[in-house]
């Protein structure tokens, strides 16, 4: 999804996310049980909806929402 407004897209932003994410495992050692999945989306008051979903090693979906 693109942003006209924001001159961005959704696919940017967890790309950055995810970029984020694996600086911070290689200098804090930061580690979720498995990469998660993000999810973006703009929500109505004009701000990003940002979700993080992951299995555990139980088989539970986790989810963090942004």
């Known amino acids: 999804m693109y ?9 940017e932003i967890a790309g950055a996310i995810a ?8 200098i804090n ?4 049980e498995g990469f998660p ?6 929500a109505s008051d004009n701000r990003f909806k940002i979700f993080l979903l ?3 090693n139980r ?4 989810s963090v929402e942004f």
């Open 3 to 11: 942003f006209p407004k924001e001159k961005i897209s959704s696919c």
């Open 19 to 26: 970029l984020s994410a694996l600086h911070d495992l290689r």
């Open 29 to 32: 050692l930061f580690r979720f």
């Open 37 to 42: 999945q993000i999810s973006v989306f703009e």
């Open 54 to 56: 992951w299995t555990n």
């Open 59 to 62: 088989g539970k979906i986790n």
